[in-house]
């Protein structure tokens, strides 16, 4: 089964309601703006932005303003109720450049390089979302110029020493606690089988 498809657990979205709770608190604003966390990853007006594991949207309406209107962003969320929660965000925000889309992250679904920047924050190291599978996805939706921005919290857990390993991405930067990859322009290996 898909994450997309665990998404849509009555008992998972009850199990991570409290944690989505505290995504929105004030003290994690106060302690983590999300603006500033942004700043880490280069988003510059106008880009296609991806966005895995949006949650309840801490990073979404942000984002979408650093894109501004003649960008695009795509919130993706497997579990069902905060999708739900981040749809009504951003249309009570009026955002018509933001689709939020429930869907598993190791298979988007997204057309292969169309994507300029893919946002990783705070959704790796997760057991639902192997490196192995994630990179090679990532680096399919992105164009060749594209970057990955990895955020991680509360601990690195060797990822970024595991991104750069897998070929597909090079770092480039870190800012803001972000590490920061242009994607590899070598062959993609073979997807790992699901």
């Known amino acids: 089964m ?13 199990l991570f309601k409290l944690s989505g709770m505290s995504m929105e608190s004030r003290m994690r604003h106060w302690l983590m703006p999300p603006k500033r966390t942004l700043e880490g990853a280069d988003i510059k007006p106008g880009q296609t932005v991806l966005e895995v594991g949006c949650g309840t ?17 795509i919130a993706l969320e497997p579990l069902a ?4 929660r981040v749809r009504t ?21 997204l057309e292969a390089a169309s ?9 790796v190291p997760f057991p639902t979302l192997p490196l192995g599978r994630l ?4 680096h399919r939706v992105l164009k060749a110029d594209g970057t990955l921005a990895v955020w991680l919290f509360p601990t690195t ?9 897998s070929g597909l991405f090079t770092e480039i930067a870190k800012k803001n606690g972000v590490y920061r990859y242009a994607r590899s322009s070598g062959a993609q290996p073979p997807r790992a089988p699901a």
């Open 81 to 84: 109720d905060f999708a739900e």
């Open 2 to 14: 898909d994450a997309a498809e665990l998404g849509k657990s009555r008992f998972l979205n009850n």
């Open 157 to 165: 857990a060797g990822v970024p020493s595991a991104i750069v390993r």
């Open 89 to 109: 965000k951003v249309l009570g925000a009026g955002l018509s450049h933001v689709e939020v889309i429930q869907r598993d992250a190791l298979n988007t679904q």
């Open 115 to 123: 994507i300029d920047l893919v946002l990783l924050f705070g959704v």
């Open 135 to 138: 990179l090679p996805e990532m």
């Open 57 to 73: 949207g801490f990073f979404t309406l942000p984002a979408a303003e650093m894109i501004g209107e003649s960008g695009r962003l």
